[in-house]
């Protein structure tokens, strides 16, 4: 079965501290891509890496950093967490580009 | 540019009744379209999908057509059940690279 696990469900951090959110998908997809859901907003796109080593920047990528050094492991980075990044953050994977994608259950993020 | 609008939430139906959840986009080129649904405390899952006009997706009772001439994808389904509460997602792939862009969801709850 399709597996994208997230390290975190729920995670409070301070504002000014370094965040890492971790993804691990076990079906050797190529694609991973985080995404960021708030109300009203729908899903948008921070970054995707098509390969190891590999990233692109979404359509929202400022305050955000992505580490992709084994094929299965995809590591969502805030630098320096501000309130304004509170959110709920879904890794997906997917085979090829214009595969279907599976998402992880969402890590909910809380900066105080 | 691309987007996708959805109907506003939440749809409060009772158990056996019609849903429509309208979806509209603009896009350039021909674009992929997608319903997602994400459960209570899950990540999304793929619904159904349609990848060329007057397609017609389907899925657990599901159906959307793909509607070049309206720029529509509008959910269906005849007979809702409580277990159909959830978020629905209306998405969109652009031609190139597997990137999805979403509408801002609509959520459906189904009192018995």
């Known amino acids: 079965d399709v597996k994208v696990t997230q390290s975190s469900r729920y995670l409070v951090k301070r504002t000014g501290e370094k965040v890492f959110l971790e993804c691990v998908q076990d079906?050797?997809?190529?694609?991973m891509f985080w995404y960021r859901q708030d109300p009203g907003l729908g899903l948008r796109l921070i970054y995707f890496?098509?390969?190891?080593?590999?990233?692109e920047k979404g359509d929202i990528p400022e305050g955000y950093s992505v580490s992709r050094e084994k094929k299965e492991r995809f590591s969502l980075i805030l630098e320096s967490a501000s309130t304004n990044q509170t959110s709920m953050y879904l890794c997906?994977?997917?085979?090829?580009?214009?595969?279907?994608?599976?998402f992880g259950p969402g890590t909910r993020l809380t900066v105080t | 540019g691309n987007s996708v609008t959805q109907m506003e939430g939440p749809v409060t139906l009772s158990e056996e009744a019609f849903l429509t959840i309208n979806c509209t986009y603009t896009?350039?080129?021909?674009?992929?379209l997608f319903w997602y649904v994400q459960y209570p405390g899950e990540g999304l899952q793929l619904l159904l999908k349609?990848?060329?006009?007057?397609d017609k997706g389907s899925n657990k009772g599901f159906e959307a057509t793909y509607r070049k001439e309206t720029t529509s994808f509008h959910l269906e389904k005849g007979s809702v059940q409580v277990s159909d509460s959830a978020v629905y997602f209306c998405?969109?792939?652009?031609?190139?690279?597997?990137?999805?862009?979403f509408g801002q969801g609509t959520e459906l709850s189904v009192k018995p």
């Open positions: 997906a994977s997917s085979f090829r580009q214009s595969s279907e994608q599976y």
């Open positions: 079906m050797d997809h190529e694609n």
């Open positions: 890496s098509y390969d190891v080593k590999m990233k």
């Open positions: 896009a350039t080129g021909y674009p992929s």
């Open positions: 349609a990848t060329k006009a007057d």
């Open positions: 998405a969109l792939r652009r031609n190139q690279g597997g990137k999805l862009i």
